[in-house]
Each structure stands twice: as C-alpha cells, then as structure tokens.
T-cell receptor, first 111, second 113 residues
C-alpha cells in the first residue's frame, strides 16, 4: 500500500465550479500535512498546510480527518489559473522529516 | 522565487554513465533534501543532508550518493545510470531539521538513453 494515495484524475471542470480532491495516508502517527501545487514541468510549491481544525485560504479549504486518515482540498469558484497538479503531502515521522508525496491529482479548468 | 538554484537545467546521458547534479540552497538554510520525480508520479525522497552529514535516506540504491559542502550547497551523484533514472531531480532546502516548509529548486531534468 502506498503511504499517500490520491485519485490521479484528471478533473475537468468549468470556470466557477467547485471541485474537491481527497487523499488518504497510511501512517496513523503522521502529524503534519500539506497540499502542494505543481505546474507542468515546474517544481512543487506549497499551497497550504492542513490543520486538524481545518483551514481556509481564500477560495481554498483544507480538511483533515485523523480517524479516517483522510485529507481533502476544496477549491471554490475555479479559475483557469488553477489548472495544475495538486499533490497531497505528509511529513515523515523519522529523523529526516522527509516529505512523502502522493502521485498528484490533475485539475483542468476550462473556459 | 525560492532562492534555491539547481544546475544543469537539462541533461542527457547514456546508460552506464555517471552524472552529478548541483543545488545551491536558500541563504541561511542548512538542510538540503533531494527528490526524484518520474513522469506522472509524485516526488520520491532520495536523501537529506544536514550540516554536511547524511540524515536519512529513501529507498534508493547505493549508486545514488550525495555530498553537502560547508556553504550548505549540495551535490547528487548517480553512477551506472539506468533508463529508469530518467526523471526530474528536485532539491529542497530548509532551515533546520523539523521544519515543515521546504523550498524547492526548479529541478534538473535528466534523460538517460
């Protein structure tokens, strides 16, 4: 079983739509979670951290369900510029604190 | 821009050759992590260097080796290249060990033919 699993998509949505991505992780001891955004052939960039109480940043909302080991990202009012791959990331719990990435979910926002 | 630079940008090598990739971390950062991202996959952790010492290694064979210099820049060396080594190689720098925010460089795209 992969440590972090995501639906690869692609999700093809019209501008203005609301879209949600889900992710599951296998290590129940994990403490820190993130969503990264990666544009085609570019490096990943931190979109937002995910907190237990849930958090919102403009049109983006992240939720964490520790009991189900499940993380979600909701994007409201999608823009063309939101088209990218969204990577679910868990911080490793060993001494290296490595980032453990899912395979990513591709989002295409059409006019 | 994150201030993390990598060189070269692109590289084409032949199977069996050796390659060295370089990373300059953001000013003030003493930790560098290297990741391999194959096409259609998320980045996979190769290893991390903290204050010139290896601090953790992912599931990669010994032909993947690294180095960190006193100025905290880093190198990734891959010997006996295989076709499956074709990927985007990313380095990420951070300040200290338990820092959740890692800043990625633009990556080096390696093609092995």
């Amino acid at each position: 079983r992969k440590e972090v699993e995501q639906d690869p998509g692609p999700f093809n949505v019209p501008e203005g739509a609301t879209v949600a991505f889900n992710c599951t992780y296998s290590n129940s001891a994990s403490q820190s979670f993130f969503w990264y955004r990666q544009d085609c052939r570019k490096e990943p960039k931190l979109l937002m951290s995910v907190y237990s109480s849930g958090n919102e940043d403009g049109r983006f909302t992240a939720q964490l369900n520790r009991a189900s080991q499940y993380i979600s990202l909701l994007i409201r009012d999608s823009k063309l510029s939101d088209s990218a791959t969204y990577l679910c990331v868990v911080l490793g719990e060993d001494s290296s604190y490595k980032l453990i990435f899912g395979s990513g979910t591709r989002l295409l926002v059409r006019p | 821009e994150t201030g993390v630079t990598q060189s070269p940008t692109h590289l084409i090598k032949t199977r069996g050759q050796q390659v060295t990739l370089r990373c300059s971390s953001q000013s003030g950062h003493n930790t560098v992590s290297w990741y391999q991202q194959a096409l259609g996959q998320g980045p996979q952790f190769i290893f991390q260097y903290y204050r010139e010492e290896e601090n953790g290694r992912g599931n990669f064979p010994p032909r993947f080796s690294g180095l960190q210099f006193p100025n905290y820049s880093s190198e990734l060396n891959v010997n006996a290249l295989e076709l499956d080594d074709s990927a985007l190689y990313l380095c990420a720098s951070s300040s200290g060990l338990y820092i959740d925010e890692q800043y990625f460089g633009p990556g080096t795209r390696l093609t092995v033919t």
